[in-house]
């Protein structure tokens, strides 16, 4: 390759870097992120399904968002015997770039805590901690959406429709695969 083309690829690798590269942040890594939300666990295990088509169907229509993927893993976590809950990792695209988010779901299947774990769009679409909140405590139901029980956030709409799809994904998750008991989600995991 000529020094000429090198330098062509070199300005043209300049240029087209995404402009939000300086501005993606991993806040947590996965390790930390469940260390926050079962801390005090003796016990996370690690569980995977290859979903059945019913099974990915079933969660697409009760989450009203596409499944990128018919592979999925959750953590489960126990304290002296006792289920603390699961959590699941959702990584999506926003508006052009990836956004990670742990969705933690307590033992009744309700959303116990909404943690950012990484962000790679713009920090002026990133929702403030406190936005995630809302989402504690509720269950999958209709109005679990934007512009009815969720907040839109100004000059972020994108990524607050992402992390509501995100949130009710994953509670249709726990609904179809974790609340069905344990030989639904073992004859998911042998698939």
Request: aromatic share 6%; charged share 25%; hydrophobic share 50%.
């Amino acid at each position: 390759m000529s020094s000429r083309r090198i330098a062509a690829v070199a300005v043209l690798l300049a240029v087209a870097w995404p402009a939000s590269a300086p501005d993606a942040i991993v806040y947590l890594t996965q390790a930390q992120a469940l260390e926050r939300a079962f801390p005090g666990a003796d016990r996370v295990e690690r569980r995977s399904w290859l979903l059945t088509e019913e099974q990915a169907s079933r969660i697409t229509q009760l989450s009203r968002a596409p499944l990128d993927s018919r592979l999925l893993a959750a953590h489960t976590a126990w304290k002296d015997g006792h289920l603390l809950g699961h959590a699941l990792i959702d990584v999506h695209t926003v508006r052009t770039l990836p956004e990670a988010l742990m969705i933690v779901l307590d033992p009744a299947g309700r959303v116990g805590d909404v943690v950012m774990l990484a962000f790679h769009e713009p920090t002026d679409y990133k929702p403030a901690a406190r936005w995630y909140t809302q989402f504690v405590g509720r269950g999958l139901d209709a109005r679990l959406q934007l512009r009815a029980d969720v907040d839109a956030i100004s000059g972020a709409t994108l990524s607050a429709r992402a992390a509501t799809r995100s949130v009710r994904r994953a509670l249709a998750i726990g609904r179809v695969l974790l609340e069905e008991g344990p030989a639904v989600a073992e004859a998911s995991a042998a698939e």
